[in-house]
């Protein structure tokens, strides 16, 4: 069994920066893909970026232009996301989510575990 919980939202201007963290407790994180969703008021949840268990792949989605970068440190059992130059359209609940897939999928169905999800609210 994993446990997720994510930490580092806020509340942030534009153009701000914050970092995500996600800690996992469980044996096999190391051999866990983790993915970051996150969910806007009244929208479905959408894939923000993932990366392997070895931290040999990782990928974000196209539309966040290189803002935002995953990464992970599998001796703290945490996946980081730091997010840079942040808008207002990425106030979200973001959460993390994690399986034993080879590759990063970015449907949330695809995923296991889930984290209760931590907000951002970047401010204009």
């Known amino acids: 069994q994993v446990r997720l919980v994510e930490s580092g939202g806020g509340l942030v201007q534009a153009g701000g920066s914050l970092r995500l963290s996600c800690a996992a407790s469980g044996r096999t994180f190391s051999t866990l893909t983790v993915g970051w969703f996150r969910q806007p008021p009244g929208k479905e949840r959408e894939f923000v970026a993932g990366?392997?268990?070895?931290?040999?792949?990782?990928r974000s989605a196209d539309s966040l232009e290189g803002r935002f970068a995953i990464s992970r440190d599998n001796a703290k059992n945490t996946v980081y996301l730091q997010m840079n130059s942040l808008k207002p359209e990425d106030t979200a609940l973001y959460y993390c989510?994690?399986?034993?897939?080879?590759?990063?999928?970015?449907?949330?169905?695809?995923?296991?575990?889930w984290g209760q999800g931590t907000q951002v609210t970047v401010s204009s």
């Open positions: 989510a994690g399986n034993h897939l080879f590759l990063v999928r970015t449907t949330p169905n695809e995923y296991e575990y």
């Open positions: 990366i392997s268990w070895s931290g040999g792949r990782a």
